[in-house]
């Protein structure tokens, strides 16, 4: 599940590429969802319980509560992004994952992107790279559009 790149063009900023993850379930959505299964699994348990095959019962609360942390570990990452802004010869890289937000600035006439594709199946890898120091970026995006990222990034750098 891969997300999208957004570039903006404002007065004041030159550029400003933004990547989010893929978040297309909404909350409701989700909670349906997660209701769903509960219901299901429940019923299909409880009928087998009733069978007589009660030790069915400790492994689907084990595998409802699996599925939680799964619906859980995903939605702590909903609001993860990656965000480039190009303001004169700045460049900001500021990242946010989780609740933890991380910014790097880079003179924008130093910055240099490196674009690594080995060969067709394998993940394309796109960085930024400044004074001996690498910052990997494009981690909510496919290929695709790393690719494209790269190319925007390359037209947007040196000094202007």
Same mark, same amino acid.
């Given at each position: 599940?891969?997300?999208?790149?957004?570039?903006?063009?404002?007065?004041?900023v030159?550029?400003?590429?933004?990547?989010?993850?893929?978040?297309?379930?909404? $909350?409701?959505?989700?909670?349906?969802?997660?209701a769903?299964?509960?219901?299901?699994?429940?019923?299909?348990?409880?009928?087998?319980?009733?069978?007589?095959?009660?030790?069915?019962?400790?492994?689907?609360?084990?595998?409802?509560?699996?599925?939680?942390?799964?619906?859980? #570990?995903?939605?702590?990452?909903?609001?993860?992004?990656?965000?480039?802004?190009?303001?004169?010869?700045?460049?900001?890289?500021?990242?946010?994952?989780?609740?933890?937000?991380?910014?790097?600035?880079?003179?924008?006439?130093?910055? #240099?992107?490196?674009? #690594?594709?080995?060969?067709?199946?394998?993940?394309?890898?796109?960085?930024? $790279?400044?004074?001996?120091?690498?910052?990997?970026?494009?981690?909510?995006?496919?290929?695709?559009?790393?690719?494209?990222?790269?190319?925007?990034?390359? $037209?947007?750098?040196?000094?202007?």
């Amino acid at each position: 599940m891969y997300g999208g790149i957004q570039i903006t063009q404002t007065g004041a900023v030159d550029c400003c590429i933004t990547a989010r993850p893929n978040c297309s379930l909404s $909350r409701s959505g989700k909670i349906l969802v997660l209701a769903s299964f509960f219901l299901i699994l429940s019923v299909t348990a409880g009928v087998f319980a009733m069978m007589g095959a009660w030790p069915i019962l400790p492994f689907a609360g084990l595998e409802m509560l699996a599925v939680l942390l799964a619906f859980y #570990q995903v939605s702590c990452h909903e609001r993860d992004y990656e965000r480039i802004t190009i303001e004169g010869n700045t460049l900001v890289l500021e990242r946010r994952d989780n609740v933890r937000v991380m910014r790097s600035e880079y003179n924008r006439c130093w910055a #240099q992107v490196v674009l #690594q594709c080995r060969s067709v199946g394998q993940q394309c890898r796109v960085a930024l $790279r400044s004074h001996g120091a690498e910052q990997e970026l494009g981690r909510h995006l496919n290929d695709e559009q790393r690719t494209e990222l790269a190319h925007q990034l390359e $037209r947007r750098l040196g000094c202007q």
